[in-house]
């Protein structure tokens, strides 16, 4: 049984950092997509940051590219995120999300064609 939790959330004000881990169970990690998605309230969710796990290719949502980095250890079978000058736009409930059933790169960070999700962790951003 596949699960992934999250954690790491909290309350920054604009400009701070923040880590999220992503500890995952039962899940073969090597040779799919694992990521990161976030969903503010009344919008869709959306891809922030995705890592391809055989080679480690990266790709970001352009609202996050250069502030955010996402790696993964698989010694410690986590996915980490990265947030560096956070905005308050940034503000949402943060999700991981690994297997996409998506058969080109360029699908990677579309939520919809994932298959396992943890339950999020909220990020708040203050101006």
């Known amino acids: 049984q596949v699960r992934l939790v999250e954690s790491g959330g909290g309350s920054v004000q604009a400009g701070g950092s923040l880590r999220l881990s992503c500890k995952y169970f039962?899940?073969?990690?090597?040779?799919?997509?694992m990521g990161w998605f976030r969903q503010a309230p009344g919008k869709e969710r959306e891809g922030v940051a995705v890592?391809?796990?055989?080679?480690?290719?990266?790709y970001y949502a352009d609202s996050v590219k250069g502030r955010f980095t996402i790696s993964r250890d698989s010694a410690k079978n986590t996915l980490y995120l990265q947030m560096n000058s956070l905005e308050p736009e940034d503000t949402a409930t943060y999700y991981c999300?690994?297997?996409?059933?998506?058969?080109?790169?360029?699908?990677?960070?579309?939520?919809?064609?994932?298959?396992?999700w943890g339950q999020g962790t909220q990020v708040t951003v203050s101006s």
């Open positions: 890592i391809y796990t055989a080679v480690g290719t990266t």
């Open positions: 039962g899940y073969n990690a090597n040779n799919n997509y």
């Open positions: 999300a690994a297997e996409s059933r998506g058969p080109y790169s360029d699908l990677a960070l579309t939520a919809s064609l994932y298959n396992y």
